[in-house]
């Protein structure tokens, strides 16, 4: 207003350049180009501390595992059941417990001893007489089932090394995971609350912007603005505070939250950016000097 009035001959601010801003002044050539992007809270890493065990294989892998252990003792005892070398062999064949417990062995790179000694305790607690099968950790006899157990050999020597190899990368390096990486994904959720700097071209730009997810943005911040007031309140201090204390996302510029990061190790900036903001210098409508501070 007051360069529209001709009561300042100049303004050097964080001024973006915008189109229904030339019609009343005049921008020099840009200074500084930024982003638009947002800011968090980085999630409490003792939250899902107790994941980490699991985080190495992803869910679709351990219920894989999870069915194919199962699955697959069931097979070995149908083989050795119905098998026809131990209709003149001396042995047994296996039962299910005994094949479970062998493969599950197997499976977690252990003595299987161990765990025929609980499946031995298992059936004392729940027999009478001992369950005649064979002693120790011996692999089946006949061929159908030792073909079976080689290939769970292999399949659980790739899977335990691969497993390994991740939980070291896991335990070395922190896994950063943000609530949400894009613009879409804050304006899908319900749990955050999210907000800019009122008066600012952030928050014309999603009233007026065509992008649907801006719009969306847009509606949830309406939507909220009753119980959450300070979410359009004009310094980006109060913003920053209830990212801290609350659910909250705060809409700014990148190299604003970058200064913050950079001091407070608690916030973490999302991982995708609008090129939206050109900062000029801001004249008078055809001021004399907009050609000559363009060129300096």
């Keep these: 207003m007051d360069l529209a009035d001709l009561e300042v001959d100049l303004m050097v601010a964080p001024n973006s350049i915008q189109a229904s801003r030339?019609?009343?002044?005049?921008?020099?050539?840009?200074?500084f180009f930024d982003t638009m992007t947002f800011l968090v809270?980085?999630?409490d890493p003792n939250r899902y501390k107790w994941k980490t065990l699991i985080d190495p294989l992803s869910w679709q892998v351990l219920v894989c595992v999870a069915v194919s252990l199962p699955t697959c003792a069931f097979i070995l005892?149908?083989?050795?059941?119905?098998?026809?070398?131990?209709?003149v062999a001396v042995e047994k064949p296996h039962g299910f417990q005994y094949a479970f417990w062998y493969m599950l062995g197997?499976?977690?790179?252990?003595?299987?001893?161990k765990y025929f000694m609980i499946f031995q305790i298992v059936n004392l607690r729940h027999s009478s007489r001992r369950v005649d099968v064979f002693g120790g950790a011996i692999p089946p006899s006949s061929q159908s089932g030792r073909t079976l157990i080689s290939?769970?050999?292999?399949?659980?020597?790739?899977?335990?090394?691969?497993?390994s190899g991740n939980l070291i990368a896991f335990l070395t390096v922190t896994k950063e995971k943000l609530p949400f990486?894009?613009?879409?994904?804050?304006?899908?959720?319900?749990e955050y609350v999210?907000?800019?700097?009122?008066?600012?071209?952030?928050?014309?730009?999603?009233?007026?912007?065509?992008?649907?997810?801006f719009r969306k943005l847009w509606s949830g911040i309406q939507r909220n603005i009753h119980s959450h007031p300070e979410i359009l309140d004009l310094n980006p201090e109060v913003h920053v505070q209830k990212v801290l204390n609350e659910d909250y996302v705060?809409?700014?510029?990148?190299?604003?939250?970058?200064i913050l990061a950079g001091k407070d190790c608690r916030f973490v900036i999302g991982e995708e950016e609008y090129p939206n903001m050109n900062y000029a210098v801001g004249l008078p409508n055809n001021s004399a000097y907009t050609r000559l501070f363009s060129t300096k």
């Design 77 to 87: 005892f149908v083989l050795e059941r119905y098998n026809q070398y131990y209709v």
């Design 22 to 31: 030339e019609s009343v002044m005049d921008f020099t050539y840009p200074f």
């Design 41 to 43: 809270k980085r999630a």
């Design 106 to 113: 197997a499976l977690l790179t252990q003595g299987n001893h």
């Design 250 to 258: 705060f809409f700014c510029d990148k190299t604003y939250f970058e």
């Design 151 to 163: 290939f769970w050999w292999i399949f659980s020597i790739v899977l335990v090394a691969t497993y």
């Design 194 to 213: 999210w907000g800019v700097c009122g008066g600012t071209y952030i928050e014309t730009y999603f009233e007026i912007s065509p992008v649907p997810t």
């Design 181 to 190: 990486k894009t613009f879409s994904m804050v304006a899908e959720q319900k």
